[in-house]
């Protein structure tokens, strides 16, 4: 597909931190697209190099884990898709709980809001919690084996009307601040972080991303969860990661290693 200039604001922030953000700073933006995710998916098979993203102004089709639709209204948010080629050993299986550390802290950096991280994907704030962002992490193979992962990121960040459904459980930067922020500095910082977190991943420093990622997960770890598996309904006390990123869930049974599903969180601690 073809794309478009860059707005004047985010090409004057990537150039003012080219040198730091190095293959990072590659950004391609389309005001419209179905999903920023398929783009960098298409761009990635096509061998773009790691660091290149795709950023939108509105998703016609943008979506979430599990084929959940992610709400991406005209010019609200941060529709970014980013192509990394990870070759560290062991470190594929926590680039979505380092893209969303990755996020949290930009956000934090750029804003100052106290958000948390609620495993295995979501920004959140407040309590209860609302929804600021979530990560979806799509895999591109070639030849049996994973070529390249495309950290997709979206962020709401302008006050908008959320749809009823959505009302009660998100909210967004501005919103939360009471005031407009600057979405190409944020978007930057964004990059910057991410580029960080992948050089972590790349020199295996996990435990390095596993605290970080820890100290944004405040309020999750110690509530209890709910989750279905093949025996069914199961539930019990959230208490850590491990070091692939699995949820430790303590249970009247034992202690559960939880991977994948839909995790049913009760009130944040404190909430």
């Excluded at 990121?153 to 998100?170: M, Q, S, T």
């Excluded at 596993?210 to 709910?226: D, K, P, Y």
Aim: hydrophobic share 45%; no cysteine; proline share 4%.
């Amino acid at each position: 597909m073809s794309f478009e200039p860059l707005p004047d604001d985010l090409a004057a922030a990537l150039a003012a931190n080219a040198s730091s953000l190095g293959a990072f700073a590659d950004v391609r933006y389309v005001a419209e697209v179905d999903s920023t995710n398929d783009v960098a998916l298409a761009l990635a098979a096509a061998g773009a190099s790691e660091g290149t993203s795709v950023l939108a102004d509105h998703q016609r089709r943008g979506r979430g884990r599990r084929g959940h639709e992610w709400f991406s209204p005209p010019g609200a948010g941060l529709y970014l898709s980013v192509i990394v080629r990870p070759d560290m050993p062991r470190g594929t299986s926590l680039l979505t709980l380092a893209a969303g550390m990755a996020m949290a802290e930009a956000v934090l950096g750029d804003t100052g809001l106290p958000v948390e991280l609620k495993w295995p994907n979501d920004l959140v704030i407040g309590r209860p919690w609302r929804k600021l962002g979530g990560v979806l992490a799509e895999t591109v193979s070639a030849g049996g084996r994973s070529d390249a992962v495309i950290i997709g990121l979206g962020l709401n960040v302008r006050h908008v009307v959320l749809p009823p459904d959505l009302a009660h459980r998100a909210s967004s930067l501005e919103t939360e601040l009471g005031r407009e922020i600057d979405r190409a500095n944020l978007a930057v910082g964004l990059l910057d972080q991410l580029r960080g977190a992948m050089h972590l991943l790349r020199h295996d420093l996990r435990d390095a991303v596993i605290a970080r990622w820890r100290g944004l997960a405040r309020a999750g770890l110690g509530g209890m969860v709910r989750w279905t598996d093949t025996t069914g309904e199961r539930q019990g006390r959230a208490m850590d990661i491990d070091g692939e990123g699995a949820l430790i869930v303590q249970t009247s049974a034992g202690v559960e290693r939880v991977i994948a599903g839909d995790v049913i969180w009760e009130a944040p601690i404190g909430g």
